[in-house]
């Protein structure tokens, strides 16, 4: 019992050391497999004698078939670069964080992070290499995504035109995946056909040939993108379903892969992101997640980069049709003057010839010469200020007449003679030459702004002394300001004219010039009916007039409801730019007449809603002001 118990304590501290050493093995067994990176063990000829599930898993290799052989992973041009790593390894025993390249059984390159380090079989000699490989393959594509799309979100709005936008889109596209050729497909909805709205390929020649081309909205792959709104990887594009070789027999570039994606806003696609010819590997669902977010970035710009490039086009449309029209109503302008003076001295002729004929009834003929020529005169009225808000005038008619009564001054002062012994005829015909048709530039001088009020309502007030409003004038002494005269007449009058046209018989207009904040200001306040709010939007946009034209009738200037051709304040809004005042205007409608369609009686005493002058006076009107800059050189009088 003694030997045997010696012989079993013989035998025990081996027992021991070989339970201890299995169990030791096992658990870094345990641990190496239960490790989610690649991990394997190479001797010192590099040859294979352990790898972990995980390297099976990433790189395809089983431990079966590389045991005892190299791993043929390593791509050609890192070859030398991992030799001299091997070197440092050995030198500095452990290497961390070492960012290469690896391949995998498929010979799909992937991104890995490379640990090592030597192990031994005692203290002093290198038995071989354990290295662990960490697949940052995905981590990479991400942060190359996430740093693109900031790239290119950051970059567009540098970019103003389509063609710009488009072109930077496709270049970094062609970077971040590795292409030799990508282009932005967009469809022609009228002719449903695609088109290369940008195109860039390596070559350099491809994309202007490709650009060229059309082709069917129903094929290809960016007939199958664009109906079904799905993107589509294409690894053999010739022998594939959806094969469309027109392209590249117009193109002359063999696509061997395609990737396709559609560039999709909120409510529609507007086209497809094509990219073709992958450099290195396959497409694969990598590639198809970061050209789907770049479609999907720059979706809103490359629309919004559109729509922009159509307004502009329409904008320039119109602008060649406002031209037209200018150039339209200029000659109908010109055309119509002519005539209209001819008819307007005929009359005047045959009012001559009438006076001395007593068969009829002078009282009559007279009347209606009168609105004939009133007629005659708004016509002419109306094409002055249209070559006002036009401002572009042509001569011709001018210096053809005044050379026509230069080269015939003998002749017409004989007949003159001849016929009415009026040896000044000649100049009369050029003085009305000159006032129907010549040149009517005007030259800006500094005027005293109440002086010329004064004086300008003074003459004006023969003209509407038929009417019972009160126009009072009230004004200050105030700088000069820099304006031409007939200008500034022109304002005058037609505001007053405006007022007094507006303002029913027993109303008053306060015409007034002080000195405002920043300037002398001409203000005129009537009481009149006043303009409704629609029409106040409206009143300064155009030849618009602020009643209906059913209301208005062929009276004469200054009546109430008189009508009016609708120029006055147009023609005022374009002085007021070229020569540097402000209007303002403020305006409430009468209340007892709100609407456009009620008519004012045109007499307070008329009127069955107004009790006295205040209840008109207070029920509605309007207030013009003018508010000039004043000429730093002139100073107000005393």
Known sequence: ????????????????????????????????????????????????????????????????????????????HLKEETRKGIKLLFREKVIHGYETKRLTKEGKAIDVVLNGALYYEDENRPAGQVIILRDITREKR???????????????????????????????????????????????????????????????ETDKRIKEIRFPADKGVAGYVYRTGKPLIVPDYPRSPYYFGQVDEQSGYQTRNMLDVPIRTPDRIIGVLCSVNKKEGEFDEDDLELLSAIASTVASPIENARINEELKRSYEEVKSLNRAKDRVIHHLSHELKTPVSVLSASLSLLAKRLSGIDSMDK????????????????????????EDIL????????????????????????????????????????????????????????????????????????????????????????????????????????LVRNAVGNTPDGGKIAVSVKNGEKGPELEIKDSGVGITEENRRLIFESNFTARATMHYSSRQPYDFYAGGKGFDLLRMKIFSEKYGFNIKMTSSRCRFIPEDENICPGNIINCSHCKSDEDCFNSGGTTVVLQFTVTDDIKPLK
């Not at 005169?377 to 249209?386: K, V």
């Not at 050379?403 to 003085?431: K, M, P, Y």
Request: charged share 30%; net charge negative.
């Open 1 to 76: 019992m003694a030997a045997k118990k010696t012989t079993n304590t013989k035998k025990s501290p081996e027992n021991s050391a070989d339970k201890a050493h299995n169990g030791a093995d096992k658990r870094y067994r345990a641990l190496l497999e239960f490790l989610p990176d690649p991990v394997i063990f190479v001797d010192l000829k590099s040859n294979i004698i352990y790898l972990n599930p995980a390297f099976t898993k990433v790189f395809g290799w089983s431990m079966e078939d590389l045991e005892g052989k190299l791993i043929p992973f390593i791509p050609d």
């Open 142 to 204: 991400i942060m190359r995504r996430n740093e693109a799309l900031y790239r290119i979100a950051k970059a567009l709005p540098q970019y103003q035109s389509l063609n710009e936008r488009l072109e930077f889109i496709i270049k970094e596209v062609q970077d971040i995946i590795g292409l030799t050729g990508a282009s932005v497909i967009l469809l022609d909805e009228k002719k449903n056909e695609f088109f290369f709205r940008e195109a860039v390929y390596e070559d350099g």
């Open 363 to 386: 009282k009559d003929w007279k009347s209606i010469m009168e609105r004939a020529h009133r007629s005659l005169t708004r016509i002419l009225d109306m094409q002055y200020e249209i």
């Open 391 to 494: 401002r572009e005038k042509d001569y011709s008619t001018y210096h053809m007449l005044l050379t026509l009564v230069d080269a015939c001054a003998d002749e017409i002062e004989a007949l003159a003679a001849l016929e009415s012994g009026n040896d000044d005829i000649v100049q009369g015909i050029r003085n009305r030459i000159e006032e129907l048709f010549g040149p009517r530039d005007s030259v800006s001088e500094e005027i005293f702004l109440h002086e010329f009020v004064e004086k300008k309502i003074q003459d004006l007030r023969v003209r509407f002394e038929h009417r019972r409003c009160r126009v009072e004038v009230g004004t200050e002494p105030v700088p000069a300001v820099l304006i031409p005269a007939d200008v500034l007449s022109k304002i005058v009058e037609g």
